[in-house]
């Protein structure tokens, strides 16, 4: 009989090495790597995530970011998920090769990505236009809030535009490493177009 896991554990897969097993936090990049990644970029492609906490969220975000090319994930110290062993399984591995940025301060992260010529593309319900809508071509940081609460009102205001998924349910929005990829491969699907 197979020895269970733990509730909040993710299962155990192939992809992720075994080493990984004996840090439980891995380190992270900061700002300094963030705008040298950005400056190695023609059209940087980059992921902002405003207190993601959950680590199965952010697992399967960095699986998806990895598949879609970005070039970093960005994300605050505070009040977020980091890279722990659960991230890792499941992202796949994706963990290990998409780098991890938190920062101290996102707003001004985010003030600093725009000095750079990055464009921020906010998600919300607070406006009628539509993910599709927009020009996603080009250095470009899509933006993500947080489960339930979304994005914080100082990352809103400091996005260059605000876009929404449609929705046509019952329900008033999807799970945050949905609408990521869902985010990321329409930025794709432009890119390449």
């Excluded at 963990?95 to 101290?104: E, G, K, R």
């Excluded at 080009?138 to 994005?151: C, Q, R, S």
């Excluded at 809103?156 to 945050?176: I, R």
Aim: aromatic share 4%.
């Amino acid at each position: 009989m197979k020895p269970r896991r733990r509730e909040h554990e993710a299962r155990e897969n192939r992809h992720v090495r075994k080493q990984v097993e004996k840090a439980s936090q891995a380190p992270s990049l900061d700002e300094d790597d963030l705008m040298r990644i950005v400056g190695e970029q023609a059209e940087p492609f980059l992921l902002i995530l405003d207190c993601v906490q959950d680590p199965h969220n952010l697992g399967a975000i960095l699986r998806t970011a990895d598949g879609a090319g970005v070039h970093a994930v960005v994300a605050p110290k505070d009040k977020s998920a980091g890279i722990t062993e659960t991230v890792r399984r499941v992202s796949v591995g994706a963990a290990d090769h998409v780098p991890f940025v938190q920062v101290t301060n996102l707003a001004r992260t985010m003030e600093n990505l725009k000095k750079a010529g990055v464009w921020l593309v906010g998600t919300t319900d607070h406006t009628d236009k539509l993910l599709y809508e927009l020009d996603l071509k080009g250095p470009l940081a899509i933006v993500l809030g947080a489960e339930e609460k979304g994005m914080r009102r100082l990352t809103e205001e400091n996005c260059d535009f605000l876009a929404k998924l449609p929705m046509a349910g019952q329900v008033e929005c999807l799970n945050v490493s949905v609408s990521a990829g869902v985010c990321l491969y329409e930025a794709v699907r432009q890119r390449r177009a």
